[in-house]
T-cell receptor, first 115, second 113 residues
């Protein structure tokens, strides 16, 4: 068990448009989901932590109005990159954690390219 | 000082070698610790949790020293398939509804035939 899916796996969009990325825990209920961003040859950077039914907690330097996170259910969290710009091009990865546990299970990631 | 630091690497080792990775963390309140591996352009996958008593899973052994705030991962009899980036992950535990998970920068391992 502990499978996490992400959709889409890759997306190309034009500058100024918005992109929504979905993260689903397929076989468990995720009380907490995390969103990360990874630039080439760099480590994962935590963007925000979201608990089901509450507002997400954003890391310093991450604009909450630009990266909208909705954790509407115990199996689904979405990240919307609003008014995307080329510098937002990155690998976005979500992870999910079961209630009571500390291990995180990662989705396969979404590669976003903004032209 | 960074919250989680790892050996800078890269490590290039021959097949069959034993290799050790080190990780230090700055926050003594950290609660749980993990090693993940990440293959190029893929998502991280949990390798093992790290417990104070130490734990072993086949060729992999993880150790935690809370007093020194130090975590290690030992890989014995390296295989070509072990080539990846190894990420040290520290979770500072739950604080009301928010807990902080920090990934180290990773150490790259290449196992050479």
């Amino acid at each position: 068990g502990a499978v996490v899916s992400q959709h889409p796996s890759w997306v190309i969009c034009k500058s100024g448009t918005s992109v929504k990325i979905e993260c689903r825990s397929l076989d468990f209920q995720a009380t907490t989901m995390f969103w990360y961003r990874q630039f080439p040859k760099q480590s994962l950077m935590l963007m925000a932590t979201s608990n089901e039914g509450s507002k997400a907690t954003y890391e310093q330097g991450v604009e909450k109005d630009k990266f909208l996170i909705n954790h509407a259910s115990l199996t689904l969290s979405t990240l919307t990159v609003t008014s995307a710009h080329p510098e937002d091009s990155s690998f976005y990865i979500c992870s999910a954690r079961r209630g009571g546990g500390y291990e995180q299970y990662f989705g396969p990631g979404t590669r976003l390219t903004v032209t | 000082r960074k919250e989680v630091e790892q050996d800078p690497g890269p490590f290039n080792v021959p097949e069959g070698a034993t290799v050790a990775f080190n990780c230090t963390y700055s926050n003594s309140a950290s609660q749980s610790f993990f090693w993940y591996r990440q293959d190029c352009r893929k998502e991280p996958k949990l390798l093992m949790s790290v417990y104070s008593s130490g734990n072993e899973d086949g060729r992999f052994t993880a150790q935690l020293n809370r007093a020194s705030q130090y975590i290690s991962l030992l890989i014995r009899d390296s295989k070509l398939s072990d080539s990846a980036t190894y990420l040290c992950v520290v979770n500072m535990g739950k604080k009301t509804s928010y807990d902080k998970v920090i990934f180290g920068p990773g150490t790259s391992l290449s196992v050479i035939p």
